[in-house]
């Protein structure tokens, strides 16, 4: 499902459109409609300035009697929306309705879990780290998602996205196999081993994925 980034909000300030899965998105409005809809019901939050939200529609809505578009609201007024039931407009929020933000504390926690139970040496994962996890995850379909019919088409945008992360897991994959040689050569040789190793066998499988011959229809017949 098509997935537009204001630009506000994006990199650079530069608009982008990306895509959510299906499944993904049905999570969401899961949580719109139990877990959100609970913790905002009733909410008497309140940001300094706040921005009150009325008669919203896909584009925008009234904010504090101004007809606004959602995509021209920076961050920092984002977090000021106030929603005509109460607490905060944005998607992600606290009990109470107050806006959810500190996903950097959330990571961190998880991660220690992660090392009492299961691996002591899990790196820490930092909010960033995610979006390129996410879009490795999307790298191989990338070609594929620009088809409107069963037959693929050729779109330079999917081919900068395919080439761009093709490129990151060929140099992941290399910088695994040099950690791997060097705790190999160790003596004795580091224990913790495997680690590189499991993630040389993942970014070399998504390479060969990725270079799997598909066929596509160029313009022009190139």
Known sequence: MPLVLAPPTAKGRKGRSTWIDYDDLARVHDYIGWERAAAAEGSWWRPRDPLFVEAPTHDGALINGTRRRWHSLTPAERLRLVAPGGGSALLAVQAGGKPFVDWATV????????????????????????????????????????????????????????????????????????????????????????????????????????????????????
């Open 107 to 222: 990571l961190r926690r998880t991660v220690q879990r992660i090392r009492d139970r299961f691996v002591p040496s899990f790196p820490h994962v930092h909010p960033h780290v995610t979006r390129h996890t996410i879009e490795c995850r999307r790298a191989p379909s990338a070609w594929r998602l620009v088809a409107v019919t069963e037959k693929l088409i050729w779109d330079q945008w999917a081919q900068r996205v395919y080439l761009t992360w093709l490129a990151r897991d060929i140099r992941y994959a290399q910088v695994a196999l040099l950690e791997i040689r060097t705790r190999a050569g160790q003596t004795p040789p580091d224990p913790l081993v495997w680690i590189p190793l499991e993630t040389f066998l993942m970014f070399s499988a998504k390479v060969s994925k990725m270079l799997k011959p598909v066929g596509l229809d160029r313009p022009g017949g190139h």
